[in-house]
Each structure stands twice: as structure tokens, then as C-alpha cells.
T-cell receptor, first 116, second 115 residues
């Protein structure tokens, strides 16, 4: 089974530009999550999709970030306009089941975003 | 307040020796799960081991074991017989029943295994 795939693996953009990150979850996984790690800090939750609906977007830092999951398959995370503090590694994860604390995710390899 | 604390930014261990990576957590929820993930230089997050708050015994998975001390709210990862391939970032994480599906992560510990 293919894992969680993220594109691109690296992105370097100038401040003020727009960047779109993509995540392809494991087929059949209704739950999709975005996380972010700013250098040297902890990995922080951004949002959670159940199919195409946003279940929890409490971690989204501001309205420059827009996440979508059309059709409940892959998801995109757009940053517009990008600021220097948006630099970090963006992780996507997916899971089939929810509700029990023992359920883990499958993570992707992340997209390293550098805003210069 | 930080829910997961990893106080060791970097650790070194001699090959074939054991190493303990520290993790303390903060929660008032009686039902929670603790996880350790490994992130090698390739970037993917690899699940290593899980411990539930109601589990009576410490979790073990091959060379990985979790030293769970509930009263002290610590969940240290022990890697026995370290191998060069163990060099990576290690993240401790927690899920709480009360906060649903969100994971809380620590800042990570970078482990380097020395030949």
C-alpha cells in the first residue's frame, strides 16, 4: 500500500509569494491532518479533515493559510502571501479510524518550506 | 503550557550501547496515549511505540521500550543495543481523549550513534 505522499519535498519562495503544498493520503483514509514544525520548536497541529469537511481547524495560524480537500481525496494547503515566519516543515498524516487514543497516524515525509 | 517536554535537544550514544530519551507530559485527562516517532534524515515520521494511560505494563517493541512512570508523568524511550541506523530525530507525542484527534508533540531529540 502506498504511504502518505507530499509534494513538493522542498520549496523556496520569496516573501509575498504564494505556495501550495499537496498531500495524498493513504487510499481509503477519511481522516487527513496537517501539522507544522518551525525550526527548533515542537510539531504543531494545524487542522483535521474528515473526508472533505474541516473537522478542526483550530491550529491554523491566520487567514493567509487555506486548506482544501475537494472530493475527500488529496488535500492542498495554500499559503498566500507567504511570510518569513511561515518557514518550516509541513507534515501531512492520514488515518482510517478515530475516536480511540491508541489510534496513530501515518505521516508523510513533509514539505520543507523556506521563505526568503 | 507545553503538553510534551523533551529536554534533550541532542544525544550521543556509542554503537551497541543503550540510550534513554526523556519525555514528560502534562494532562489532566485520565485517558490518553503516548507515542514515540522517529524521523530519519529522509524526513518521514516512523511510528515506534505506543503506551496507553491505563496500560499496566511498559510497552516494548523489539529494541524499543517505553519506561512509563505515570505518577511522574514521564514516558522515556529506551533504545537497547544502538545501531548506526538509529541516528535520527525522535519525537514524543500524546493524544488525549478530551481533545480528540490532535497530537501534541515535543520539540524532539536528535540522537547520534557513534561507531
Amino acid at each position: 500500500e502506498a504511504g502518505v505522499t507530499q509534494f513538493p519535498s522542498h520549496s523556496v519562495i520569496e516573501k509575498g509569494q504564494t505556495v501550495t503544498l499537496r498531500c495524498d493520503p493513504i487510499s481509503g483514509h477519511d481522516n487527513l491532518y496537517w501539522y507544522r514544525r518551525v525550526m527548533g520548536k515542537e510539531i504543531k497541529f494545524l487542522l483535521h479533515f474528515v473526508k472533505e469537511s474541516k473537522q478542526d481547524e483550530s491550529g491554523m495560524p491566520n487567514n493567509r493559510f487555506l486548506a482544501e480537500r475537494t472530493g475527500g481525496t488529496y488535500s492542498t494547503l495554500k499559503v498566500q502571501p507567504a511570510e518569513l515566519e511561515d518557514s518550516g516543515v509541513y507534515f501531512c498524516a492520514s488515518s482510517q479510524a478515530v475516536g480511540r487514543v491508541s489510534y496513530g497516524y501515518t505521516f508523510g515525509s513533509g514539505t520543507r518550506l523556506t521563505v526568503v | 503550557a507545553q503538553k510534551i517536554t523533551q529536554t534533550q535537544p541532542g544525544m550521543f550514544v556509542q554503537e551497541k550501547e543503550a540510550v534513554t530519551l526523556d519525555c514528560t507530559y502534562d494532562t489532566s485527562d485520565p485517558s490518553y496515549g503516548l507515542f514515540w516517532y522517529k524521523q530519519p534524515s529522509s524526513g518521514e515520521m516512523i511510528f515506534l511505540i505506543y503506551q496507553g494511560s491505563y496500560d499496566q505494563q511498559n510497552a516494548t517493541e523489539g529494541r524499543y521500550s517505553l519506561n512509563f512512570q505515570k505518577a511522574r508523568k514521564s514516558a522515556n524511550l529506551v533504545i537497547s543495543a544502538s545501531q548506526l541506523g538509529d541516528s535520527a530525530m525522535y519525537f514524543c507525542a500524546m493524544r488525549e481523549r478530551s481533545t480528540g484527534n490532535q497530537f501534541y508533540f515535543g520539540t524532539g531529540t536528535s540522537l547520534t550513534v557513534i561507531p
